[in-house]
């Protein structure tokens, strides 16, 4: 049973800091894409961030892009999302994804896995 666990959410205060970590477990990890989806309430889950299967490619939301860093460790099995300079409009439920394909996508639907979300909250 393949699970994506996300912690490190929390309430912050624009331009704080935050890092999320996704630990996975029950898939072959370096065989899978990984990344970070968001959704705010009212809102359709957006695409923030995807990392390679080496780790050595990434690719970055533009709202996001220079803020967040994503990074892997295929020997703990985990993701991390580091995220600097916080706005309110990032506060958002945040989902970890895994991918088999090698082949980018931001759409929500071609990501085979999800994590239960974890809460990010940015007051202004």
């Known amino acids: 049973q393949v699970q994506l666990v996300e912690s490190g959410g929390g309430l912050v205060q624009a331009g704080g800091s935050l890092r999320l970590s996704c630990a996975a477990s029950?898939?072959?990890?370096?065989?899978?894409?990984m990344g970070w989806f968001r959704q705010a309430p009212g809102k359709e889950r957006e695409f923030v961030v995807r990392?390679?299967?080496?780790?050595?490619?990434?690719y970055y939301a533009d709202s996001v892009k220079g803020r967040f860093t994503i990074s892997r460790d295929n020997t703990k099995n985990t993701v991390t999302l580091q995220m600097n300079s916080l706005k309110p409009e990032d506060t958002a439920v945040y989902y970890c994804?895994?991918?088999?394909?090698?082949?980018?996508?931001?759409?929500?639907?071609?990501?085979?896995?999800w994590g239960q979300g974890t809460q990010v909250t940015v007051s202004s």
């Open positions: 990392i390679s299967r080496s780790g050595g490619s990434t």
């Open positions: 029950g898939l072959s990890f370096s065989s899978y894409a």
């Open positions: 994804v895994a991918d088999r394909e090698v082949v980018r996508t931001t759409v929500p639907s071609r990501y085979d896995y």
